[in-house]
């Protein structure tokens, strides 16, 4: 039988391209980062079933004598049971190999941990089997995992990260704006574990003088056309391609020229602003046509009614666990300084209707006329009133005041906006008449939801930040909604609150 040729296409790069001096490229093998997080994950679940057990056998029989008598724990037998459904499941999805930022890792890791402990939970049910699997110990034992597994990857992860073996290198496609974006994004979460090895331009400035981001210098080193050959000399197979303003037909061509040689192509689309989360990618078979499912997760009825439940539920829970606080904060305010206690500041909520949002007083109690002769007499301070309707340096703040501003103590009175139904825990910061203006387009989608005691402003800087971002920060948490969005963003206000960043 003749053998037919197998046609090899040649690479296209410049005539100089393999006299580059290349870095050496950092990265452990993949099978030492899988072992590594396997084991992270094993000891992780193995500590929280003996945490469980624990719980069970001396802490339990203290609260009810339901739980008296003597127990034996057939350690092995639970643990193989465990780990046999839950590292199966891990690998399916991907968590041995795929690289995600922490929070998002995190999710995964809490879908999966319920569904493997619902199914353990439901086959020792329906097998029978209580008698030999104690269901007290196994759901502790979920409710550990569910702290300990996030703890522990970090833990690897961080230590893998710090000996250099953790971060896989990438090469970025376009040193533009949008690089740039990519880069910075890459530097800030090291978690995700990857480096830019280098950059690609067919600019050739920007080889001359290549890309600072963050205060680090990374390479251009060549044109798209020199992908290949940089592949080949170092060693590195994940692209990150970032050049949205390149013409359709000719990135298609690119990317699937690349992929024949690369492990993994990302392509970073110009749809900048869209809702991501719960987006789904389809296609039209016959006309190769790729699309995007887009929906309004706050337009649905349901997540409507669990964000309000959850409001209730976490916001009555923190309210009580508070109250004592509060009440020595509204002592401490009245004796510093005469007037009242609470502030209502009039601001604009859900469908632009106006509220009273509660705060502890912090300033004097003439405040609106002492302003008022401060922005007469010092231009400067009208400028930066102008700008953020705050003054970074306020005469008017009383010392208590300039505690509870430091520490977001505060704010805490807004717990009761959200008992009444006018704000939420998580939502768009709440505005004031003046600032309509200043949020353009934005204030639409402002109006959608009610606005949030925290929210994404408050973790990204807060009066950090100019109104023109603000705005888009407040329009992308509107438009990719969730209850883990929620759930993190508060958890990142402890982390904001900690760090006082644009606190004032």
Same mark, same amino acid.
């Not at 899988?34 to 992780?44: E, G, M, P, R, V």
């Not at 020229?257 to 990302?266: G, K, M, Y």
């Not at 666990?321 to 009242?340: A, F, Q």
């Given at each position: 039988?003749?053998?037919?040729?197998?046609?090899?296409?040649?690479?296209s790069?410049?005539?100089d391209a393999? #006299?580059?001096?290349?870095?050496?490229? %950092?990265?452990a093998p993949?099978? =030492?980062?899988?072992?590594?997080?396997?084991?992270?994950?094993?000891?992780?679940?193995?500590?929280s079933l003996?945490l469980a057990?624990?719980?069970?056998?001396?802490?339990?029989?203290?609260l009810?004598?339901?739980?008296?008598?003597?127990?034996r724990l057939?350690?092995f037998?639970?643990?193989?049971?465990?780990l046999?459904? *839950?590292?199966?499941?891990?690998?399916?999805e #991907?968590l041995?190999?795929?690289?995600l930022p922490?929070?998002?890792?995190?999710?995964?890791?809490? %879908?999966?941990?319920?569904v493997?402990?619902?199914?353990i939970?439901?086959?020792?049910?329906?097998? %029978?089997?209580?008698?030999?699997?104690?269901?007290t110990? *196994?759901?502790? !034992?979920?409710?550990?995992?569910?702290?300990?597994?996030?703890f522990?990857? +970090?833990?690897? %992860?961080?230590?893998?990260?710090r000996c250099?073996?953790?971060a896989r290198p990438?090469i970025i496609?376009g040193a533009?704006?949008?690089?740039?974006?990519?880069?910075?994004? +890459?530097?800030r979460?090291? =978690?995700l574990?990857?480096?830019?090895?280098?950059?690609?331009?067919?600019?050739p400035?920007?080889k001359q003088?290549?890309?600072?981001?963050?205060g680090?210098?990374?390479?251009?080193?060549?044109?798209f056309?020199? !992908?290949?050959t &940089?592949?080949?000399?170092s060693?590195v197979? /994940?692209?990150?391609?970032?050049a949205p303003?390149m013409?359709?037909?000719k990135?298609?061509?690119?990317v699937?020229?690349?992929?024949r040689?690369?492990?993994?192509?990302?392509?970073?689309?110009?749809?900048?602003?869209?809702?991501?989360?719960?987006v789904?990618?389809d296609y039209?078979?016959?006309?190769?046509?790729?699309t995007?499912?887009l929906?309004?997760n706050?337009a649905?009825?349901?997540n409507?009614?669990?964000?309000r439940?959850f409001d209730?539920a976490?916001g009555?829970?923190?309210?009580i666990?508070?109250l004592?606080?509060m009440?020595?904060?509204s002592? &401490?305010?009245?004796?510093?300084s005469?007037?009242?206690?609470?502030?209502?500041?009039?601001?604009?909520?859900?469908?632009?209707?106006?509220?009273?949002? =509660?705060?502890?007083?912090?300033?004097?109690e003439?405040a609106?006329?002492?302003l008022?002769?401060?922005l007469?007499?010092n231009?400067?301070?009208?400028?930066?009133?102008?700008?953020?309707?705050? +003054?970074r340096?306020?005469?008017?703040i009383?010392?208590?005041?300039?505690?509870?501003?430091?520490?977001?103590? /505060?704010?805490?009175?807004? *717990?009761?906006?959200?008992?009444?139904?006018e704000?939420?825990?998580?939502?768009?910061?709440? &505005?004031t008449?003046?600032?309509?203006p200043?949020? #353009?387009?934005?204030i639409?989608?402002?109006?959608?939801?009610r606005?949030?005691?925290t929210?994404?402003?408050?973790?990204?800087?807060?009066?950090?930040?100019?109104?023109?971002?603000?705005?888009?920060?407040?329009?992308?948490?509107?438009?990719?909604?969730?209850l883990?969005l929620? &759930?993190?963003?508060l958890?990142?206000?402890?982390?904001?609150?900690?760090t006082?960043k644009?606190?004032?």
């Amino acid at each position: 039988m003749e053998t037919l040729p197998v046609r090899k296409e040649p690479f296209s790069f410049a005539p100089d391209a393999r #006299n580059i001096k290349l870095p050496t490229p %950092k990265s452990a093998p993949k099978a =030492y980062i899988a072992f590594s997080l396997l084991f992270s994950d094993i000891a992780a679940l193995s500590v929280s079933l003996l945490l469980a057990w624990q719980v069970r056998l001396h802490f339990l029989p203290l609260l009810s004598p339901l739980y008296t008598g003597e127990m034996r724990l057939d350690f092995f037998r639970h643990q193989c049971w465990i780990l046999f459904i *839950l590292l199966t499941y891990l690998y399916f999805e #991907n968590l041995y190999s795929v690289h995600l930022p922490f929070w998002r890792e995190t999710r995964r890791l809490t %879908k999966i941990l319920t569904v493997t402990f619902l199914l353990i939970l439901a086959s020792i049910s329906l097998g %029978k089997m209580g008698a030999e699997f104690s269901r007290t110990v *196994l759901v502790w !034992c979920y409710f550990f995992a569910l702290l300990l597994m996030p703890f522990s990857r +970090l833990c690897t %992860k961080t230590f893998l990260l710090r000996c250099g073996l953790w971060a896989r290198p990438v090469i970025i496609l376009g040193a533009g704006k949008t690089g740039e974006l990519v880069a910075q994004a +890459l530097i800030r979460d090291r =978690y995700l574990g990857y480096n830019v090895y280098c950059l690609l331009d067919d600019d050739p400035l920007k080889k001359q003088v290549g890309l600072r981001v963050n205060g680090t210098h990374f390479q251009v080193l060549g044109k798209f056309h020199d !992908c290949e050959t &940089i592949m080949e000399l170092s060693g590195v197979r /994940d692209l990150i391609v970032a050049a949205p303003g390149m013409k359709s037909e000719k990135l298609v061509k690119l990317v699937n020229r690349l992929q024949r040689s690369a492990n993994s192509v990302l392509v970073v689309p110009d749809l900048f602003g869209i809702p991501v989360t719960g987006v789904k990618a389809d296609y039209f078979f016959d006309e190769q046509m790729l699309t995007f499912r887009l929906t309004n997760n706050l337009a649905n009825t349901w997540n409507k009614l669990v964000k309000r439940t959850f409001d209730l539920a976490v916001g009555f829970l923190l309210f009580i666990c508070l109250l004592p606080v509060m009440t020595i904060i509204s002592l &401490i305010v009245k004796l510093d300084s005469p007037g009242p206690v609470f502030f209502g500041h009039q601001r604009i909520g859900q469908l632009g209707k106006t509220f009273s949002c =509660y705060k502890f007083r912090t300033m004097v109690e003439n405040a609106q006329e002492i302003l008022e002769d401060i922005l007469q007499k010092n231009p400067r301070f009208q400028t930066e009133w102008d700008q953020h309707y705050k +003054l970074r340096t306020d005469p008017r703040i009383t010392r208590v005041g300039k505690f509870l501003r430091w520490t977001s103590l /505060d704010e805490l009175p807004q *717990l009761i906006n959200v008992l009444k139904g006018e704000m939420s825990l998580v939502g768009p910061r709440p &505005i004031t008449k003046k600032e309509i203006p200043f949020f #353009n387009s934005y204030i639409d989608d402002y109006y959608l939801v009610r606005p949030g005691v925290t929210g994404l402003w408050q973790v990204s800087g807060r009066s950090e930040i100019d109104y023109l971002h603000r705005g888009r920060l407040e329009a992308w948490y509107i438009r990719n909604w969730s209850l883990w969005l929620d &759930i993190t963003l508060l958890l990142r206000t402890l982390a904001a609150v900690l760090t006082r960043k644009g606190a004032y």
